[in-house]
């Protein structure tokens, strides 16, 4: 079982649309849960950073973590055509060489 | 301008030759990373270094090696030992203080002709 995994997708939604996108992991010892998004052709960049549970909002974007479901969430509200990109959920644990593990990314589609 | 540069941005090569992506950040962050992405595929840690002088591998070393003289600097070499060079490649550092939140840069896109 990989440690995170993510659908890939592609999501295709029309503008407007709240979008959920999902990761799950396997191992509890993980406390930091990040979200990045990727532009094709670009380098990822952090839009999420959540520390232990709970949620995080920032402007249209919430993160959401649920430590005894192994699940985080990332919801866009009023999605936009410029959210059109790739979405990478990464996990890290506490201590040790800071590695974080990241998911395959989920493609979004968000058309006018 | 603070940031990671990240250079060639395109670049090609022929089978059996060896090259070197640049990797130069201003930040001031003691920890490097390089990954490889493929379409359809997360991330994957191939070599990183907490300080000067020290680096550690990762998950798909084999066939990429890496220095690290400078603090600034953290380049990557892929070797004609690397069986499908082909793909893209991040390099990334972490803040001293910043969690496990790593900052990437732009990527260099290595296409083996």
């Known amino acids: 079982q990989k440690e995170v995994e993510q659908d890939p997708g592609p999501l295709s939604v029309p503008e407007g649309a709240i979008v959920s996108l999902n990761c799950t992991y396997s191992?509890?010892?993980?406390?930091?849960f990040m979200w990045y998004r990727q532009y094709s052709r670009k380098g990822p960049e952090l839009l999420m950073y959540?520390?232990?549970?709970g949620n995080k909002e920032d402007g249209r974007f919430t993160a959401q973590v649920d430590k005894s479901s192994k699940y985080i969430s990332l919801f866009i509200r009023d999605s936009q055509p410029s959210d059109s990109a790739t979405y990478l959920c990464a996990i890290a644990r506490e201590g040790g060489s800071y590695i974080p593990t990241f998911g395959r990314g989920t493609s979004l589609i968000v058309h006018p | 301008d603070g940031g990671i540069t990240q250079s060639p941005k395109y670049l090609f090569r022929k089978e059996g030759q060896n090259v070197t992506l640049s990797c130069e950040q201003n930040?001031?962050?003691?920890?490097m990373y390089w990954y490889r992405q493929d379409p359809g595929q997360g991330l994957r840690l191939i070599y990183y270094?907490?300080?000067?002088?020290?680096?550690q591998k990762g998950d798909i070393a084999e066939g990429y090696s890496v220095s690290r003289e400078k603090k600034e600097s953290f380049p990557l070499t892929v070797t004609s030992a690397q069986k499908n060079p082909t793909a893209f490649y991040l390099c990334a550092t972490r803040h001293p203080l910043g969690a496990n939140v790593l900052t990437f840069g732009a990527g260099s896109r290595l296409t083996v002709l």
């Open positions: 270094s907490q300080i000067v002088n020290d680096f």
């Open positions: 191992n509890s010892a993980f406390q930091y």
């Open positions: 959540t520390y232990s549970s």
């Open positions: 930040l001031n962050h003691d920890a």
